[in-house]
């Protein structure tokens, strides 16, 4: 009995054909993801007319096949499938079809999707006014979305709205979305709002290109998170919001943990609290994370990298502009509360605003900034060459370039006196005695001679 097909033969050799290019011998060999994508093309034309899917019972070790437009539709086709198990066999494009959103509010999805880094493309989504609105309106706690790509996606929808879910519980993992999202308050290019009981939940390696357009509560890829963990994730597309908007997550409270992730969209909100990476952020950390797309507003406590900080900044940084002509405002926060923190970051970006503006924090009471820096370009009406006011003078460890800045002094005490003791001129800045001598970490920073310092 032969193992493999003709028909397979056939395909696998037209995929080397594609590979070795029209003037190459037929010498290289397929990957395994070649073979297996021959293999799954193969079982969709065998089963691609079965109902309601094309096999599997819907459990974790034989979950719904999914092979076309049909089979994934009928998921939202009776509730009994939404706490199931499927996966995806095939690129399915909805260019001439209406997509069935899965789940409701409340009874949203609480099974198991695996898109097999298939995807769905040209999905169209209008439903203006409407709440709850995405692939998915809602996941449940127990649910996992992971290995999907959404390619080319249009959203319009009102409160809760994105491309791949409204409102999440759940987990979401090595998920792509390009296109646009229109909605209102708690929109993101992902997912709309997080909402989560336990530190393990959240959004992993997952990408946002989309371009967002919302109202309060508006990110990149998230538009509100609460308690979730972020791990591996980006989002390049421009992100325009109300207020608490930002780059990658509008505002995130409940000890949210985002880390390995970065902003590169540009970010306007004319209201308050906006950040190149993240609005806001409450009793949550950043760590490895960054941003370099231009943040505008007309309002006060605007960041470079977040808005509000309430929580940690570590081995951080941001390039993002910042142009406002409200008040407190940073190139890594523009406010920092007192039980918050930053240590191992810096800025070096360009800063436009009004008072109480900072190379790192626009204002803080007294929280510590540590073994980090500016370069800061910075044009206003008072202004600081790390804090722009604060109860307490700056940590030892930090510094910022005074020709860069063209400030000469840090104020220290609520825009009342100023600290000339961690200034520094470029030459001094770019000397790596004065890093090592400050006690700075060499596991975490590279630190040459003539060079600003750079994270590792």
Known sequence: MKTISFFLMTLLLLISCEQGGSGSSLTKTPNQQDVQRALDKKFCLENSTNTPFASGDGTESNPYKICTISHFN???????????SFELFSNLDFSNSIIDLIGANPGGFSGDF?????????????????HYVGVFRRIEASAVVKNLILDNITVVGANYTAALVGYSAGTIDNVQASGSVQGGSNTGGLVGRVWVGSAVLGVYNSTSTVTVNGG???????????????DGNSSSGDVTGSNRTGGLIGVADGSTIVKNSFATGDVHAPSFIVGGLIGGIASGTIENCYSTGAVTSNDSWIGGLVGTLDGTVTKSYSTSSVTTPGDSVGGIAGYLYP????????????INANDYVGGIVGY????PITHSFSTATITANTAGGIQGGSTGAVSATSFWDTDTSGVSGDFIDDMVTTSTDQARTTVQMKSASMYNSAGYDNTIWEITDGSYPTLK
């Open 74 to 84: 009928e998921i939202s086709a009776s509730n009994s499938y939404l706490d199931k």
């Open 114 to 130: 695996d898109g097999r880094n298939y995807k769905l493309s040209n999905v169209n989504i209008s439903e203006s006014g409407v």
């Open 216 to 230: 309060q509560w508006t990110g990149g890829l998230v538009g509100w998170s609460r308690g979730a963990t972020y």
């Open 339 to 350: 039980n918050g923190g930053i240590s191992n970051s810096y800025y070096a970006g360009a």
């Open 364 to 367: 803080t009471d007294g929280s």
